[in-house]
């Protein structure tokens, strides 16, 4: 009888226990649950994770591409893109493995990446010459990598400090979440990666609003003496929608601490048409991000520019349309955008004998000859257009073929001499006369295998 009893009683606790488990887990609030934003550009558009348990989910990804441009260059390099790196060649472009680590409240994330992009990713960061240590060499393999703590208060509060994505101009970092490979001015002249501490707080389920304090603009460490500072809203009143902005002030001019940096990154989403099941059109969206920015003082103007302060600022647009077909299984996007960016702060640079950055050998000088002219007051201008077919078999595999047409004001992109020597081998000694071929327009085709599990 005193055994049955026992028996009673601990089914009863069980029963008790698990009651309140569920109760707990019923009350935990989560934001923008129920909304499917798997169709958002720089989203990820699983459904549900695959590798998941406790206290780990896991995530790997594989990003491979070959690119032909049209102009043909001799040294196979590609000029003007963070997707990209080698022509006429099969490339792994990006090898990420990680995932998101929690017990209780404490959580951490680590990725790592190898590939073409951890070394095209860090390259413009001049904050790596500043005191020692190499930190280009040190963190290039770490896209993310940070630990917080989630507090259970509205929908949620995260405090993150570490490396983090930043917002990349609506885009994801991750080619695989995006509509389009190769990304237009706008979005691929933007930060990829913070370094610093991040708040995010859900007041709403439909509201996010984070804020950063972060070592600099695409930056491993600090330029002067003070941090950059940013933050996030992003607002989503139905799952059709989604409206964002960005925005950031700090000093990331190495040597000028009174020369200060603004930038504002603002973004609309809008799935216009949804019809899962059907076997024709199934899906149509929209997105447009404008982005506006400046830099002041020490030499440089903002928007009003004079003789001895030239101006300095930052103005784009790109607008992207996707329709999908087939229950969501075939995708075609089709956009482009427009940049002027007086003073090139934001351009990336041209590499090779083009590259204006500091030589790793001796950098009091610069890497290349013959470098892209950077003095404040320069122009460039730049626009483009892309057009691109996705075939989706799962949620863990796209294939995609990609057509794009950019041009520039002023000489920037590969020519068919390339921007590395005569014979496009860096071990070829270059004649007195023989200076990159930089051309001012480039016609590509991408092909790209974009994995995620």
């Known amino acids: ?27 935990v609030k989560v934001p923008f649950e129920g909304m499917d934003q798997t169709w958002q550009n720089g989203a990820d558009r699983r459904t549900s994770p695959v590798l998941t348990s406790k206290y780990f989910t896991g995530s790997v990804m594989i990003d491979g591409n070959y690119t032909h441009s049209f102009n043909n260059p001799n040294d196979n390099t590609v000029v003007g893109s963070t997707a990209l790196a080698r022509n006429n060649e099969m490339q792994i472009s990006s090898a990420n493995l990680g995932g998101d680590f929690t017990y209780g409240n404490a959580r951490g994330r680590i990725m790592t990446q190898f590939g073409t992009r951890s070394t095209v990713i860090p390259r413009n960061d001049f904050s790596v010459y500043r005191g020692q240590y190499d930190m280009a060499t040190m963190y290039r393999y770490l896209p993310e990598a940070y630990a917080g703590y989630h507090f259970n208060k509205w929908y949620g509060i995260n405090v993150d400090a570490g490396m983090f994505m930043s917002y990349v101009g609506l885009n994801s970092y991750y080619q695989v979440e995006n509509w389009e490979y190769q990304a237009s001015f706008t979005s691929d002249n933007t930060p990829w990666f913070f370094n610093g501490l991040r708040v995010q707080i859900y007041p709403t389920k439909k509201l996010k609003v984070e804020a950063w304090i972060i070592n600099g603009w695409q930056s491993y460490g600090k330029f002067n003496s003070m941090p950059g500072f940013g933050g996030n809203i ?19 001019a190495a040597g000028l601490p009174n020369r200060v940096r603004f930038h504002s990154d603002n973004s609309l989403l809008v799935r216009y048409f949804n019809r899962p099941t059907a076997k024709g059109v199934s899906r149509m969206a929209f997105s447009s991000t404008c982005d ?20 300095q600022y930052f103005l ?14 075939i995708a075609w996007t089709v956009g482009g955008g427009y940049m002027t960016n007086p003073g090139r702060y934001l351009v990336l640079y041209p590499t090779g004998d083009a590259s204006p950055l500091p030589n790793p050998n001796n950098p009091t000088q610069t890497i290349g000859t013959h470098p892209f002219d950077t003095s404040a007051g320069t122009q460039f201008k730049g626009w483009d257009c892309s057009t691109n077919l996705d075939f989706m078999p799962n949620q863990s595999i796209t294939f995609r073929v990609e057509y794009v047409h950019r041009e520039a004001n002023v000489p920037y992109f590969a020519g068919s001499g390339g921007v590395t020597s005569p014979t496009g081998y860096t071990t070829t000694a270059l004649p007195a006369d023989w200076k990159p071929d930089l051309v001012k327009m480039e016609n590509r085709i991408i092909f790209a295998v974009l994995f995620r599990i």
């Open 1 to 27: 009888m005193k055994k049955s009893i026992s028996m009673v009683v601990a089914l009863l606790s069980s029963v008790t226990i698990l009651a309140q488990e569920q109760v707990a887990k019923d009350t």
């Open 292 to 311: 506006i920015g400046f830099e002041k003082g020490d030499g440089v103007g903002g928007f009003k520019g004079t003789d001895d302060n030239p101006a």
């Open 234 to 252: 992003t607002w989503c009143p139905n799952e059709a929608v989604k409206l964002l902005t960005n925005d950031y002030y700090g000093t990331d």
């Open 316 to 329: 784009s647009g790109m607008v992207y349309n996707r329709v999908w077909f087939n229950k969501n299984h």
